[in-house]
């Protein structure tokens, strides 16, 4: 059973460019939600998604950042503009839904590391 | 969610059991405990869960107070591979994000 995946592992852009970061969640998980790590800090929440629903997008800076989770293929974070404090790893993860009890895990990919030059 | 709070780091021998401590006194009665790691600059890594009563998976088990204002993640026999980044957030089931604090980092000595 693949994990979540990520791709591409490293993106290197520079100034004003996009950047697509792609994410398959793992099999049988519906909920995709994307954090950013700076450099030297700590992991924050961007966005939760469901299949074609954006759920929680509180910690999406406001412009320049969006997300889908299509109905079909993987979840995509775009970044329009890049400036150099996008500079960062951009971790996907995923999760199955809310069970009965109403606990569940997220399950992490890889990571996409971002270097704006 | 409920704050939590972790030594900022601790060293642990390697082969014994390391015990990493985590206070959420303010946890409600609907909010989890959950345990991730980071492993260098890996993504995080899922370790353990639970409500009230302990738990106990492959990787670790995890030992809540009775009153949960505190838990305990005991990884049996460290190994070096499991210096990195330990975190314990608490979550209540209807908010999805994960909270990230800055964790408790362990180095495991040989």
């Known amino acids: 059973n693949a994990g979540v995946m990520q791709n591409p592992r490293h993106l290197v852009r520079r100034r004003g460019q996009e950047a697509r970061l792609r994410c398959s969640p793992m099999?049988?998980?519906?909920?995709v939600y994307w954090y950013r790590q700076l450099p030297e800090e700590g992991l924050k929440f961007m966005v939760y998604l469901q299949k074609e629903n954006i759920i929680d997008e509180s910690g999406m800076p406001k412009e320049r950042f969006s997300a889908e989770f299509p109905k079909e293929g993987p979840s995509i974070l775009r970044i329009q503009q890049v400036v150099r404090g996008d500079s960062a790893a951009y971790f996907c993860a995923s999760s199955p839904g809310l069970r009965d009890r109403g606990d569940y895990e997220q399950y992490f990919g890889p990571g996409t590391r971002l270097t704006v030059t | 969610d409920a704050k939590t709070t972790q030594p900022p780091s601790m060293d642990c021998a390697e082969g014994r059991a390391a015990n990493l401590p985590c206070n959420h006194s303010t946890i409600s009665g609907n909010e989890y405990v959950y345990w991730y790691r980071q492993i260098h600059s890996q993504g995080p890594q899922y370790i353990i869960h639970?409500?009230?009563n302990n738990e106990t998976n492959e990787m670790a088990s995890l030992i809540i107070t009775e009153d949960r204002k505190s838990s305990t993640l005991i990884l049996p026999h460290a190994t070096l591979r499991d210096t990195a980044v330990y975190y314990c957030i608490v979550r209540v089931a209807r908010n999805n994000r994960l909270a990230f604090g800055k964790g408790n980092q362990v180095v495991v000595i040989p």
């Open positions: 639970g409500l009230k």
């Open positions: 099999k049988g998980h519906s909920h």
